[in-house]
């Protein structure tokens, strides 16, 4: 077991989601596409929840993006976060139009008193903020110190900020502080949460590159802090299609024994031994199966020696042979097709286990 310090963390509402105390890890994706198109987001957000993302992230980088970021508030069918850079005004009007939470870097949005603004603001209407500290946009006191190692000069800059917001009165509040590698990401994560135990964190790698590289860098400091119980939601950047981010983002919530919404599919590397295209039959189960909303196991192995043995614990499998697949359920065989037939037989065995929990 491991330690679960994200249980101690203050609770925040975004929307109807909720962050930190306790609640699951919240999945975050972020809008590739301008608020004027607002009935193409409105879509996309659509498919990005059935998917399983929880919350969208909307870029507002200036004032023509407004009218188009209040439909997207309205329509959406997710909690709408709206990003802002250096304009503290357009962080007051997103607030007015219907942001369920606010992503700004006080280290860039201007002076003090603009920061005040948006405090004041969002506490008037009840919207949290999220401070994220950005490796490549520190505060510029703390970036010039050469007597502090990048993350702790990304987890001071955080803690100014979190005692500012404080001062004012304000606690509604999400920290990030992302950078681009690993091992910065990991090592700033574990001080964030040792120095602001009760702030809930969201976790990220940013920049973390494209669909293969993002997707390991992610998986390597994600999952590393979210088995050591830090983190409270959290978002995949990857230079790849949103759908992408969201699945990633459950692979790793599922391999760290946190949370898990689609089914798990087990197969084998494949040897000599295997007589079937086991990366074609396997790709076309994966497939299929990204369609379906349950926490399943189901193996796919290439032969009797990583069958219904070593995949015994699968709610549903195959072992295949030459030209055959042996289907089976919690190691026991149940029938014998042809290879033609394994992905039809497999999925109806998958239906009749959605039919048994239904």
């Known amino acids: 077991m491991f330690d679960c310090p994200r249980t101690h963390t203050r609770q925040v509402l975004v929307g109807t989601v909720a962050i930190g105390g306790g609640a699951p890890v919240a999945v975050q994706s972020m809008l590739d596409i301008p608020t004027s198109d607002a009935a193409r987001c409105c879509a996309v957000i659509e498919d990005l929840a059935a998917q399983g993302c929880e919350l969208i992230r909307v870029a507002v980088p200036n004032k023509e993006a407004l009218p188009g970021f209040e439909r997207i508030c309205k329509e959406s069918a997710l909690p709408v976060i709206a990003d802002i850079h250096f304009d503290h005004r357009l962080a007051l009007e997103a607030a007015r139009l219907g942001a369920a939470k606010l992503r700004i870097n006080p280290g ?75 091992a910065t990401t990991i090592e700033t994560y574990r001080l964030l949460s040792r120095t602001l135990p009760t702030i809930p964190l969201h976790l990220g790698v940013t920049e973390a590159g494209t669909l293969t590289q993002g997707t390991v860098k992610s998986a390597l400091a994600l999952g590393t802090l979210l088995r050591e119980g830090i983190g409270d939601t959290m978002r995949v950047s990857l230079t790849a299609p949103l759908a992408e981010e969201v699945r990633v983002a459950w692979e ?43 926490p399943y196991s189901i193996a796919v192995m290439g032969c009797m020696v990583n069958g219904p043995g070593e995949a015994r614990a699968a709610d549903v499998g ?36 959605e039919c048994q929990t239904q």
């Open 108 to 182: 860039n949005i201007g002076s003090f008193e603009s920061v005040d603004a948006i405090i004041d603001e969002c506490g008037s209407h009840g919207i949290p903020i999220r401070i994220g500290v950005n490796a490549g946009s520190l505060d510029e006191g703390f970036a010039a110190r050469a007597d502090l190692t990048l993350p702790e000069k990304l987890v001071g800059s955080a803690v100014a900020f979190v005692e500012h917001f404080g001062a004012r009165g304000f606690s509604n509040i999400v920290l990030s502080a992302k950078a681009h590698d690993v």
């Open 252 to 294: 790793i919530l599922a391999a760290s024994g946190l949370r898990r919404r689609n089914p798990e599919l087990i197969s084998c590397p494949t040897c000599a031994r295997c007589q079937v295209d086991l990366a074609r039959l396997a790709g076309s189960v994966d497939e299929r199966l990204r369609s379906i909303s349950a």
């Open 318 to 353: 195959v072992a295949c042979g030459k030209g055959k697949g042996a289907i089976f359920s919690k190691g026991q065989v149940l029938y014998t097709v042809e290879e033609s037939e394994i992905i039809d037989a497999l999925f109806k065995e998958i239906s009749k286990l």
